[in-house]
């Protein structure tokens, strides 16, 4: 017995049916959209038309024109002349989103002409739209493979760390903005940079972590050593009151600081230390002026503008000197301070130049800021040592 062999029907596309010679052939009403310039709505009226620029028109297209009509959703047929494809002076095919102009009234075959050619041009359109993409999308890869041979050749690049690196993935600052490398995306070199990215992160934190453990360990080294210090000061120079509050735990460090910067610039004294309340200082100048006799200056009301001097006139000069002579181990710096009233832009502005000191003792950094005076220090003013240089 012969075996039976099935039978499959198959559907064949209304585009590729053979119609049959006996059976009438099947139409479609569709619409067709297009303008017409100033000669052809002239053109228009010539012929008994309504002369307008725009033109709609119905059409009956046979079954074997389908692939120049569009049907929407709601079921209406229009032929495709919208958008147009056109080629462009660098022979590539763009998009027009407009209907075709004539300079005449076109006929049906005309119509069908410009339908088709469209028809063509959209289908090369969208291939060389995916030939475009490809070809980027091979650029971009490759220039993403340039981007992490670069990275993992330099041991000291890093990947950015706000969102912190993982082993799955990262983001590297680039010439292109920040660029995310994915380890199951990409080519092979592409997937190592989120794992490398990660280690190097990892090392970085390591040994921050220990740099922070050393400052930690040598901070606590020196307030052991500041400790130290105020206890036999204050065992050495403290009132019987001031020992029993450090036996209580009750002395301050702020006063211990201020009785040493006290005992480190009592050779100073010659010179008038710098009043810190610029409010009190501003107000007492203003109120020199007749234009405010009443003035009250609080401290949100105005500002400081502190800048070094890098020139010093020759009683500034001397006095610089004579706080080096009597603290030779001190820094001196010459400086400007004004203040500015706030209230009003054309008020006079307070100047006063100081001298900046600072000094170590022990592991404890003190400084004080002094007025320079407008008058040179006295010439016989002379130090212990200068003296004994001279005996």
Same mark, same amino acid.
């Given at each position: ?224 050593? #500041? %400790? ?5 000061? +204050? !065992?050495?120079?403290? *009132?019987?009151?001031?020992? &029993?509050? /450090?036996? @209580? ?117 003190? #400084? %004080? ?5 407008? +008058? !040179?220090?006295?010439? *016989?003013?002379?130090?212990? &040592?200068? /003296?004994? @240089?001279?005996?």
């Amino acid at each position: 017995m012969d075996a039976a062999m099935p039978h499959v029907s198959r559907a064949e596309s209304a585009l590729h049916v053979v119609t049959p010679a006996s059976e009438p052939q099947r139409t479609l009403k569709v619409r067709a959209e297009y303008r017409l310039d100033e000669a052809g709505r002239k053109a228009s009226l010539l012929q008994g038309g309504n002369g307008q620029a725009s033109q709609r028109v119905v059409l009956t297209l046979p079954s074997t024109r389908l692939h120049l009509v569009h049907v929407a959703k709601d079921g209406s047929a229009r032929l495709k002349l919208r958008p147009q494809f056109r080629l462009n002076d660098d022979q590539r095919i763009v998009l027009i989103d407009a209907r075709p102009t004539f300079d005449h009234v076109p006929t049906t075959d005309e119509l069908l002409q410009e339908a088709a050619r469209n028809h063509e041009l959209e289908r090369g359109f969208f291939g060389q739209k995916t030939t475009s993409r490809v070809a980027r999308r091979e650029a971009f890869g490759q220039w993403l493979e340039q981007t992490a041979r670069e990275f993992l050749a330099d041991p000291n690049r890093r990947a950015i760390v706000h969102p912190a690196p993982t082993a799955r993935v990262c983001q590297l600052a680039t010439s292109r903005g920040p660029i995310h490398f994915y380890a199951y995306s990409g080519s092979t070199i592409v997937r190592q940079v989120p794992l490398e990215a990660f280690r190097r992160f990892q090392n970085d934190q390591r040994i921050r972590h220990g740099q922070a453990n050393i400052q930690r360990e040598r901070d606590v080294a020196i307030n052991a050593e #500041r %400790r130290r210090m105020m206890e036999g000061w +204050v !065992a050495t120079h403290g *009132t019987p009151e001031q020992r &029993e509050r /450090l036996s @209580a735990g009750a002395f301050p460090k702020s006063e211990w600081l201020a009785a040493v910067a006290d005992a480190t610039f009592a050779p100073l004294g010659a010179l008038p230390m710098y009043d810190s309340n610029g409010a009190r200082t501003l107000q007492d100048f203003l109120r020199q002026l007749p234009a405010h006799p009443s003035i009250v200056v609080t401290r949100g009301s105005y500002r400081v503008v502190t800048k070094p001097l890098t020139t010093a006139s020759q009683v500034q000069w001397e006095w610089m000197q004579w706080v080096r002579r009597r603290l030779p181990a001190a820094n001196v710096h010459l400086r400007e301070r004004e203040l500015i009233w706030n209230g009003d832009a054309r008020a006079p502005r307070h100047r006063t130049t100081t001298l900046l000191v600072t000094t170590s003792v022990g592991a404890l950094n003190v #400084r %004080r800021e002094f007025t320079v005076p407008e +008058v !040179a220090p006295a010439a *016989t003013e002379r130090t212990k &040592e200068e /003296l004994c @240089a001279t005996a």
